[in-house]
Nanobody, 119 residues
Framework: QEQLAESGGGSVQAGDSLRLTCAAP????????MGWFRQAPGKAREFVAA????????YYADSVKGRFTISRGDAANTVFLQMNNLKPEDAAVYYC????????????WGQGTQVTVST
């Protein structure tokens, strides 16, 4: 099974920005949907953002609209999550996912990258 690789997490203060990167082991085809999810301690994993690779249409959770941006990298196998104006409630382990539908019914996952936001 493929292993997506996330990077870019870290510890920041509220109001700061971070950019997460997800690299797939092979080319991401136009039929794919790439997404970011997050999981805070004691909480269920939740959807953050997604992009239809071919159409480049994007989707966001209400909690991050206007602050986070998902985008394709110049490389054919990279997706970014730009996170601006981070809030303490954004702190979580962020996971990259690949599937062929927006419901992410059978996704491939990365190992996650930790984001910590302090006040």
């Amino acid at each position: 099974q493929e292993q997506l690789a996330e990077s870019g997490g870290g510890s920041v203060q509220a109001g700061d920005s971070l950019r997460l990167t997800c690299a797939a082991p092979g080319r991401i085809f136009s039929s794919a949907v790439m997404g970011w999810f997050r999981q805070a301690p004691g909480k269920a994993r939740e959807f953050v953002a997604a992009i239809r690779w071919g159409r480049q249409s994007t989707y966001y959770a209400d909690s991050v609209k206007g602050r986070f941006t998902i985008s394709r990298g110049d490389a054919a196998n990279t997706v970014f999550l730009q996170m601006n104006n981070l809030k303490p409630e954004d702190a979580a382990v962020y996971y990259c996912a690949r599937d062929t539908n927006l419901d992410f019914t059978r996704p491939s996952w990365g190992q996650g990258t930790q984001v910590t936001v302090s006040t």
